[in-house]
T-cell receptor, first 114, second 109 residues
């Protein structure tokens, strides 16, 4: 099973350029997330979508937009990239149940803004 | 108080050693807990779930102390392949999950 697939895996952008990170999951999960991870900072939530048609801001949403295209897909857009957005981005999905909320991650997208 | 706090380490231990990490959480409504493992330059992956007082899976044991609001992860007979960062995640019934910064473990030959 593919699980959570995100593209691209690596990207170099110039300051001010825009780009979209794509994410798709094949587990029929309702919830999807975008995290960024920087050295020493741990995983920080950018945006999440609890269900199809809804999106909410996380801890660090500034400079990003998201689209929950359908139940499978959740994209992250950088409208005008800045060097501070150099990071590893992880997409994830989960299904909240009575016993918990196991989250599954994609392999990550390494983004460098120069 | 931060929602999740972990000792960042690194914990450097020899092969075969027993090592334990603690994770403290601030939300007393947390119902269940997860330990994730993250290898260098890889995505986090679920290691263990804890729904009651604890859980055991082979060499790994998680123990929950609700009164003191901490959860521990014990690794017995450490292997080189256990070298990774271990992330603690409490679950309070609300999405999304908040991850700790993780504890780094290096097992040395």
């Amino acid at each position: 099973n593919a699980g959570v697939t995100q593209t691209p895996k690596f990207q170099v952008l110039k300051t001010g350029q825009s780009m979209t990170l794509q994410c798709a999951q094949d587990m029929n999960h309702n919830s999807m997330y975008w995290y960024r991870q920087d050295p020493g900072m741990g995983l920080r939530l950018i945006y999440y979508s609890a269900s199809e048609g809804t999106t909410d801001k996380g801890e660090v949403p500034n400079g990003y937009n998201v689209s929950r295209l359908n139940k499978r897909e959740f994209s992250l857009r950088l409208e005008s990239a800045a060097p501070s957005q150099t990071s590893v981005y992880f997409c994830a999905s989960s299904e909240i149940g009575v016993s918990g909320n196991t989250i599954y991650f994609g392999e990550g997208s390494w983004l460098t803004v120069v | 108080r931060k929602e999740v706090e972990q000792d960042p380490g690194p914990f450097n231990v020899p092969e075969g050693a027993t090592v334990a990490f603690n994770c403290t959480y601030s939300n007393s409504a947390s119902q269940s807990f997860f330990w994730y493992r993250q290898d260098c330059r890889k995505e986090p992956k679920l290691l263990m779930s804890v729904y009651s007082s604890g859980n055991e899976d082979g060499r790994f044991t998680a123990q929950l102390n609700r009164a003191s609001q901490y959860i521990s992860l014990l690794i017995r007979d450490s292997k080189l392949s256990d070298s990774a960062t271990y992330l603690c995640v409490p679950y309070s019934g609300n999405t999304p999950l908040v991850f700790g910064k993780g504890t780094r473990l290096s097992v040395i030959a």
